[in-house]
């Protein structure tokens, strides 16, 4: 697949599809390649004992692999860094590209500095480490603006980066194995600043008990935009369950706000556990009656169809639930997406018992399914046996180069019992704050939509409850253990990093001699150039600024961007602060159309503009 093709492609992917067939091994406009796309690195060398591998890339569009290593490995070849020259800059920037064959389930990153600045911390994954017979392989892109590259000489450097609180004692664990990497120039302007793979973060809201009221709306008008997840098609998981009260007036207003918020939604109403089939195997009427009348009602608005949860914890059957998936295929609306059931891998219960553990009775429920799904907490991702990444390579025999559909994670997280202590055993100085960061770095990896359960929730969530609604401006962050950092300082940092959708626009470092070699990195997208969401319609027109620091100890950042148009933007800022009154202020920016920001961010922290065009009457 071209470059070409893949930039057409992505209005796409940001209106809610993925890209699931192998992304390509050869841009149409090459700069370089090392290695050929044969699924194997038995070309390149071996790791080395190198603290820093150098190589040049010659004239010619292949570079042979002999004595490149084969990835990086922390305790032995942690940096490798390319050189290869340039006559004239690619004026839409580049994409860089790999092929990720082989990584430790405990999870790596890899950081890319280009000239020094960098462009990306691609996160990694894979089974090494488990009994698994699969191994987990997928090509990631990473996107370079033109503004990091230079005519003449140029450095790419790729080098091994360690979890945030761990030290030189995990380098041995951290390490990729890939089979090529190639760098291409990108004629036309690209659609989004792909960073690793397309990642959609989100959420879900409880309140009440499941009631969809007015708390719920007034929460999601502060929260997602303090979460960094609104405006660019990130997913809401929306818990309309078939057995709680129906009077729940307020559930259309609820998508109508998610839908304004530019949020795909994931609907849960009717699951294979709420029903029995008739004595002759099929659905009965008033079930077909009402879902019928729930997709009339609600359909427009919704994006997703999750058909059951966790149906061998809660209850619910195999028959039933294969009934439920053909009845949605048969009346639900056309950009509608039937999902598979957020899979337990067992629990005690079902029709029969323990049906979703067999990989054979969750095989005839996919087949009905245009998305799988699989929940994790902790690091139940990686179990060989009931851990979803795993469980689903074993569904889907293996991949080759990521998931054959779309995969939707509909919860995850981490509660206070999950540490580094009970998981992977990394050191670390912050055993519990690491063991949120890695399982969403991990679905990062991995995952096309994750959503972290539930935002407020006892013990899993990131926000405390409100003691009332009438003024959110106290809402509170959820404290970490001790003093540890809280999650959701963790899930903003990935958020603003990974999760924030548009087409990119162009920057400049002011103080690039003071950001060289830090892992600090900058993204700015304007989502006014996203396709519609499926079925809402939704759009935003929205410029997203988002400077993140990866690093443990606190970075300054200036920034000039090009705004899409000469004027006044107007809109919010948040930054570090444990309330939303300290988080949050006002922002005012002129924009000739180039603007300036100055921003100091705290270790591990994050800060985010939200901001639009102000059009002035009779313009």
């Known amino acids: 697949m071209s470059p070409r093709l893949f930039l057409r492609l992505l209005p796409a992917l940001a209106a809610g599809a993925t890209l699931l067939a192998a992304i390509p091994a050869l841009a149409n406009r090459p700069i370089w390649q090392i290695g050929v796309p044969n699924g194997s690195s038995a070309e390149f060398a071996d790791y080395p004992t190198n603290p820093v591998t150098t190589t040049r890339v010659g004239s010619e569009p292949i570079t042979p692999a002999a004595g490149v290593p084969k990835g990086l490995k922390g305790d032995r070849d942690p940096v490798l860094d390319i050189r290869y020259s340039l006559k004239s800059l690619p004026r839409d920037g580049a994409l860089f590209t790999f092929k990720l064959l082989n990584a430790p389930a405990s999870g790596s990153e890899m950081a890319v500095f280009s000239n020094r600045i960098m462009a990306g911390l ?29 005519v003449g000489e140029n450095s790419l450097r790729l080098e091994t980066s360690r979890p945030l609180w761990s030290d ?24 989004e600043p792909i960073h690793g793979a397309f990642d959609y973060l989100g959420t879900t809201l409880k309140q009440d008990q499941f009631f969809v009221n007015d708390d719920t709306l007034k929460l999601a008008r ?18 309309f369950w078939y057995d709680v009260p129906t009077q729940q007036p307020r559930r259309k207003e609820y998508l109508e706000l998610l839908r304004d918020l530019n949020m795909s939604v994931v609907v849960d109403y009717l699951g294979g556990g709420h029903f029995h089939n008739d004595p002759d195997g099929q659905m009965p009427a008033r079930i077909k009656a009402d879902l019928g009348a729930f997709l009339q009602q609600y359909g427009s608005l919704i994006q997703y169809y999750e058909t059951g949860n966790e149906p061998c914890m809660f209850g619910g059957g195999l028959a039933e639930t294969i009934n439920l998936a053909t009845e949605l295929n048969r009346i639900k609306p056309a950009h509608m997406r039937v999902v598979a059931p957020g899979w337990a891998y067992g629990g ?16 005839q429920v996919e087949k009905l399914c245009q998305a799988t799904n699989g929940h994790s907490y902790g690091y139940s991702y990686a179990d060989a046996r009931g851990g979803s990444f795993i469980e689903n390579l074993q569904t889907f025999g293996g991949v080759r180069d990521g998931w054959p559909k779309e995969y939707i994670n509909t919860e995850t997280g981490a509660n206070n019992w999950h540490s580094e202590e009970n998981g992977p055993r990394l050191p670390s100085s912050q055993p519990h704050a690491q063991a949120f960061d890695r399982i969403l770095r991990a679905h990062l990896a991995v995952v096309h939509r994750t959503m972290q359960h539930a935002v407020i929730f006892p013990e899993f969530g990131m926000i405390e409850q409100p003691k009332q609604f009438t003024d959110l401006s106290g809402l509170a962050v959820a404290p970490g253990v001790g003093t540890e950092d809280p999650a959701f300082q963790t899930y903003r940092r990935l958020a603003l990093a990974y999760a924030t959708h548009g087409a990119p626009l162009s920057y400049a470092y002011l103080n690039r001699a003071e950001v060289a070699d830090h892992n600090v990195y900058f993204r700015a997208v304007d ?55 300290a988080a949050h202020s006002t922002a005012r920016v002129m924009a000739a159309p180039t603007a300036e920001f100055d921003v100091t961010l705290p270790a591990r922290d994050s800060v985010e503009y939200i901001l639009s065009p102000v059009r002035t009457p009779g313009r």
């Open 122 to 150: 691609v996160q990694l994954w894979g089974t090494a480490g488990t009994p698994s017979p699969y191994r987990w392989q997928r090509t990631y892109q990473l996107y370079i603006p033109k503004e990091l590259l230079q």
């Open 168 to 191: 030189a004692s995990v380098d041995n664990r951290i390490w990729c194995e890939w089979d090529y990497l190639n760098l291409g120039a990108l004629d036309q302007p690209a659609r």
């Open 222 to 239: 502060v929260l997602l935009p303090w979460m960094g997840i609104a405006y660019s098609g990130n997913s809401m998981r929306a818990d």
């Open 527 to 581: 989502t006014s150039k996203l396709s519609p969401l499926q079925g809402s319609g939704a759009t935003a027109n929205r410029i997203l600024l988002s400077f993140v620091n990866f690093e443990s100890e606190p970075r300054h950042m200036r920034v000039r961007v090009t705004l899409p148009a000469r004027g006044e933007y107007r809109g919010d800022r948040f930054g570090p602060g444990r309330t939303y009154a």
């Open 348 to 363: 005690g219960k079902g029709t029969p018992k323990n049906w979703d553990a067999d990989v054979e009775n969750r095989r």
